[in-house]
């Protein structure tokens, strides 16, 4: 009753404090609030994707991966933490590692999710095939006798249930 009450009020207020503090840059004191909300409700998603987020804008990819793969196994659907996730790998330069994550979130049903994974998962695409192009300007300026050799590039097929898929080089 009361206590149970009174407890998830406490949770809503550590949430609303550390995602406050998030929005103000202030990244480690969110951590303190998102584990007190986390204390109050082991099971909180959005404590633990909170913690993500603030171990992520803390560089600490570590932490950051670990609290959104905890929060992504209570809630498997959550297209904003696999975003989250997906977004956390590639900012640390992760991109086959992000991609799963990133298809995960543009096929869910959270539409900025969605737009956002997209978008980066064209950021991934054009990446990758810069770094396949590279090593064929290279050859090619070496020995211009020779061919250039010939790469396959990656590209974002749309599925027909609207899911984004990132076709990369073999």
Do not use: C
């Not at 992520?56 to 975003?83: C, K």
């Not at 396949?132 to 050799?149: K, T």
């Not at 097929?157 to 080089?169: F, H, I, Q, R, T």
């Amino acid at each position: 009753g009361r206590a149970a009450t009174a407890n998830a009020q406490g949770v809503a207020t550590a949430l609303d404090e550390g995602r406050a503090l998030l929005v103000a840059g202030n990244a480690a004191q969110a951590i303190s609030a998102f584990r007190l909300a986390l204390t109050a409700d082991p099971s909180s998603v959005s404590a633990l994707n909170g913690l993500g987020i603030a171990y992520d804008r803390l560089g600490r990819r570590d932490l950051a991966r670990r609290h959104f793969e905890m929060a992504l196994a209570v809630e498997p659907d959550a297209a904003d933490i696999a975003y989250n996730l997906g977004l956390s790998l590639h900012l640390a330069g992760e991109d086959r590692a992000a991609v799963p994550w990133l298809q995960r979130a543009a096929g869910g049903d959270d539409g900025r999710a969605a737009t956002a994974a997209r978008r980066v998962l064209v950021q991934i695409a054009a990446r990758l095939e810069a770094q396949a192009a590279g090593p064929v300007i290279a050859q090619s300026a070496a020995s211009a006798a020779e061919p250039p050799m010939r790469v396959a590039s990656a590209r974002i097929d749309m599925a027909s249930n609207g899911e984004a898929v990132l076709v990369l080089p073999s």
